[in-house]
């Protein structure tokens, strides 16, 4: 192959791999808008249903020394009924430093069950 051959197939091959990273910026562009549209539609679906998160998760949790519990009754009232307004446990979980399981624990009355 010649050397003016091989420099003009490097400058065909320099503009087909622009095309690409141009298109892909479109992709990508185009990806984004179509993610943030979910995003906004998932909120307003939960705002409709009432669904609401759990707020920020308190610093410092500290176990109920007095009673050996590591919730006190107000907390596991608190999460049967955000549980009960649509608060995932997960978001639950996050918020009290625990794992999801013991949420469920909680919200089907395996645990704590003579809490009302």
């Known amino acids: 192959m010649s ?5 003009a197939k490097v400058s065909r091959l320099d503009a087909d791999i622009e095309a690409l990273r141009t ?3 479109s992709k990508l ?3 984004e808008s179509i993610l943030a549209e979910l995003i906004a539609d998932g909120e307003a679906i939960r705002a ?4 609401v998160e759990a707020p920020e998760a308190p610093e ?4 109920a ?5 590591a919730f006190t009754e107000e907390e596991i009232l608190d999460i049967r009924t955000r549980n009960a307004a ?3 446990q997960s978001a639950l979980a996050r918020h009290y430093g625990v794992s999801q399981p013991t949420i469920f624990g909680i919200v089907r009355r395996r645990t704590y069950k003579d809490v009302a």
Request: hydrophobic residues 35%; proline residues 4%.
């Open 23 to 25: 298109r892909l910026e």
């Open 65 to 69: 020394l007095a009673t050996g519990r």
């Open 60 to 63: 410092d949790r500290p176990v």
């Open 29 to 31: 562009a185009e990806r």
């Open 86 to 88: 649509g608060t995932s």
């Open 48 to 51: 409709a249903l009432g669904l």
């Open 3 to 7: 050397t003016k051959t091989a420099i």
